[in-house]
T-cell receptor, first 113, second 117 residues
Framework: GESVGLHLPTLSVQEGDNSIINCAYS??????FIWYKQESGKGPQFIID?????DKRQGQRVTVLLNKTVKHLSLQIAATQPGDSAVYFC????????????FGKGTLLTVNP | GAVVSQHPSRVICKSGTSVKIECRSL??????MFWYRQFPKQSLMLMAT?????????EQGVEKDKFLINHASLTLSTLTVTSAHPEDSSFYIC?????????????FGPGTRLTVL
């Protein structure tokens, strides 16, 4: 069925290293993708988004890459900091879905000082 | 801007009672709000879509008579868990989409932790 999933459930990195979190989606009709950060006991926090007419978008210390050919999405965090420790979710939506988001399984990022 | 609040943040109730959770958009009007449920170490699962002034649209498998949703104004949606049971214990999160814009961006509330004894 249609789904959005992640390759790695956990990721542990050293402070200062770059982190890469991956996400796969199966619906070729998906046209808008978002990365969210969720800290323990809190709601998801918007990080960065990308539309299907783009393959790369950069923010502050974060970059999202979209490969529509293989239906793959990644989030790159530069110079990872302890405050980046959280669960990261990718989510997708598509035209005609009434803006409903489908979330991936999540990746727990742990940054070691 | 684009702040969404939820109340209460945490609630503990006895089995069989009903619990109401409020979701408010503080600095914008939200024509559409969404309710999610999240179990420990799992992802967010959409329960229903709430449009101001109309009936909510529930996802498959979500009982509309158990999870009552009201979206009476452009800044407030409520979720009432009726006759709650221990299996309803979960983290309930709402989100809101900014009205009047051709945008898919949703802003999330801080969540409500429900524990049913």
């Amino acid at each position: 069925g249609e789904s959005v999933g992640l390759h790695l459930p956990t990721l542990s990195v050293q402070e200062g290293d770059n982190s890469i979190i991956n996400c796969a989606y199966s619906n070729s009709a998906s046209d808008y993708f978002i990365w969210y950060k969720q800290e323990s006991g809190k709601g998801p926090q918007f990080i960065i988004d990308i539309r299907s007419n783009m393959d790369k978008r950069q923010g502050q210390r974060v970059t999202v890459l979209l490969n529509k050919t293989v239906k793959h999405l990644s989030l790159q965090i530069a110079a990872t900091q302890p405050g980046d420790s959280a669960v990261y979710f990718c989510a997708e939506t598509r035209r005609g879905s009434n803006y409903k988001l489908t979330f991936g399984k999540g990746t727990l990022l742990t940054v070691n000082p | 801007g684009a702040v969404v609040s939820q109340h209460p943040s945490r609630v503990i109730c006895k089995s069989g009672t009903s619990v109401k959770i409020e979701c408010r958009s503080l600095d914008f009007q939200a024509t559409t709000m969404f309710w999610y449920r999240q179990f420990p170490k799992q992802s967010l699962m959409l329960m229903a879509t709430s449009n101001e002034g109309s009936k909510a649209t529930y996802e498959q498998g979500v009982e509309k008579d158990k999870f009552l949703i009201n979206h009476a104004s452009l800044t407030l949606s409520t979720l009432t868990v009726t006759s709650a049971h221990p299996e309803d214990s979960s983290f309930y999160i709402c989100s809101a989409r900014v009205g009047g814009q051709r945008t898919d961006t949703q802003y999330f509330g801080p969540g409500t932790r429900l524990t049913v004894l």
